[in-house]
């Protein structure tokens, strides 16, 4: 076993000169590079990285590039290799560790730079007598932030380690501490690692005044907006948009559902502002889909068909590309601008204090909630129970609209109820979701991909192009009846006494009104 | 994971160099490799600057009281490590004839290794012995040397029988010329006629060259010392070679 290695903070009257002078006065020590190097921290937007406790550096110099991951807890090096330059995605790496190591926690995600920290690397070697190398050392003299040393043991030379840690010690009175670069760099951005996380979570106080607290949500969904508008405007990596359009969906939740907590005048002005904002998101967002489902459709192909179907790549990749420029000159403009920062301001601006006709002055938030999540609960049963084997579809897709609004006021709210009950019914929500998204979206494609191909026939593509894709359509049909069929026994599992018992014991409660 | 072994039943015809500076070249590559250098006379542990000595020596290896992980030392070079010699290897046909299936031997000390590193290299001693046997039964690929000299055709010839009559068949025998000097009219004569009769020879062939010579004085891999050469690129273009025919299993 290769021995981990130790990281030390320098204290800021040591200079990287002083230091290895002092040093070489107990060991013989090679200087064998020093570089200006720009260190860049990279995760995905979701930390996937953190969270698997992995760090991902690259370190950029005139004369040499290399991508290191190091485990967050130890410092351990799990892998480094020489890179040119930085990828974004991991099926874009060389085959090797560094890929297999990335792959299966970053999936589709894209790699997004943290911080940059430039410093002067030092790389010292210490020698023993046939001068070969027995322990690495690096000195990383920061322009930002405190110098770092790092020891980096070498296997079979274990001894080596423990006399240089004995010398730090004893000399420069050093101790080995946590590897602390990610903090460090983080705090130089202001940031937090797991500062921003998809999942919505907010916490209430259950007495607040629902107009206090509805603002409090939009609030949080507009800095949700604010931070993946950047990264759609650069196409970094769909989830950016998708969640920029999720936080969109939220806000027109709250204005629909909960539209008495603000005066109509303002509800009227933004929910057109966020439809608008909605509809101008959604053609990327469903060519992202597309483009990201694709490896799947060619695998529902016969192998001989699968490489017919590049030409719908082509059609799409292009339809994206200019789709998301359409959507960067909407987001550019500043009509845009305007409206999102009137809606901050207006958030931020105190509540009405007089008492007037409306709920959201007289409930408690906690009354709001109970109200409106049994009232739109009802909903959804009522919609889902009329459906029948001859119902249209655009019954089932009402009901998945119902049923989105029903989670989005769950996760507004799931602070004010029980953990537990509030898992359980999100979890049978979520299930019973699945198949109506399902049943939608196998719809929407077979239909769109039925139009894409009229589109392809103007430019002389070839047959097995269209045959492939009428299999494609074909695979998309079944998988839709499939989830069809499915739809009544997911909402029977929906439906089940303790789901309905809970829903009852924690939102059926009468509200009153204070007086 | 491939487990290369350089060898030849001579000695003398660059087994050594073969074996440092393709591992060299594949640790550049990103791939984790190791050399075990298993001729006493521990020429590559030389070339590495490491101590050619084994704590408890041949013995204790073999009978697997010290598992092969805990001797192996790092080079001077990324993703390149070094399994040392030890002087007690001059036993090492001894001390695998006292176990039981001694040719079986090796491969059992290597399997632990299989997941840590993607090539390892074996560097052989001459000679056709119980160790060698043990090699063979554990090695992917024989990577052969051949000096273009009269007697090369011959031990090749009797490299392949020996596959062939002991059922080698997992073993994948790969040729090709080293210290080739153009120079000489008989080098290229030969390995003209060579290369016609054994088409399996490669078409890399590492020349003659002093660069090469200068390992022991540097005691490191050619390309650590010579950025660019002839006997580089031949280095690593036999490397690119020899990925491209080995078995994908």
Known sequence: ???????????????AKKFINKLSKNLDIQLSNQQYTIKILFDSFDWRLYNADIICEFNHSNSASQLSLIDRNSGKLLALENMPDMMRFTDQFPKGRLRTTLAPVLEMRALIPLCQLPHNAHQ?????KDQKI????????????????????????????????NILQNTFDLNPTKYSILKAGLKLEGRKPKDYSSKFRININPDMRADEACKKIYQQLIQVMQFNEAGTLADIDTEFLHDFRVAVRRTRTGLSQLKNTLPTKEINRYADFFAWLGQ????????????????????????SLREDLTPLYTLLKDKQKHAQKKLTENLSRSEYRTQLNDWETFLTQQPITKKGKKNGIHLTVKQLADQRIWKVYKHVLKEAKDISESSPAEALHDLRKTCKKLRYLLEFFQTLYPEDDMKIILKALKKFQTVLGD?????????????????????????????????????????????RAEFSNQFALFEQAENKHIFKNLFSNKFSVKK | MKIIATYNIKGGVGKTATAVNLAFIAAQNNFKTLVWDLDPQGASSFYFRVKPK???????????????????????????????????FRNLDLVLDARKKPTKRLKKLLTPLTHDYDYIFLDCPPNISLLSESIFEASDILLSPIIPTTLSLRTLEQLKKYIKDNKLNHLQLIPFFSMADKRKKM??????????????ILSTAIPYASDIERMGWERMPLGAYVRKSRATEAYMALWQEILGVIRLT
């Open chain 1, 1 to 15: 076993m290769i021995a981990i290695p130790l990281h030390f903070d320098l204290p800021k009257n040591l200079s």
């Open chain 1, 124 to 128: 010292l070697n210490i020698l023993n």
């Open chain 1, 134 to 165: 027995i322990l690495r050392i690096q000195l990383d003299e920061h322009e930002l932030i405190a110098n770092q040393l790092h020891l980096y043991p070498l296997k079979g030379y274990d001894k080596a380690l423990k006399k240089v840690t």
């Open chain 1, 280 to 303: 101008i998101t959604g053609p990327t967002r469903d060519l992202d889909v597309y483009l990201l489902s694709f490896k799947k459709y060619k695998e529902v192909l016969p192998i």
């Open chain 1, 439 to 483: 049943f939608q979206d196998y719809e929407v494609q077979e239909i769109n991909i039925k139009q894409f191909s009229e589109e392809m026939m103007a430019n002389k593509v070839s047959p097995n192009t269209f045959l492939a894709m009428g299999v494609l359509v074909q695979y998309l049909d079944s998988m839709k009846c499939q989830a």
């Open chain 2, 54 to 88: 084994v704590k408890g020596g041949s013995k204790a290896m073999v009978a697997g009281r010290r598992e092969l992980e805990g001797l192996i030392k790092a080079t001077d070079f990324e993703n390149l490590d070094l399994l040392p010699a030890d002087f007690s």
């Open chain 2, 187 to 200: 080098h290229r004569e030969i390995m003209e006629s060579l290369a016609e009769e054994h088409p399996d």
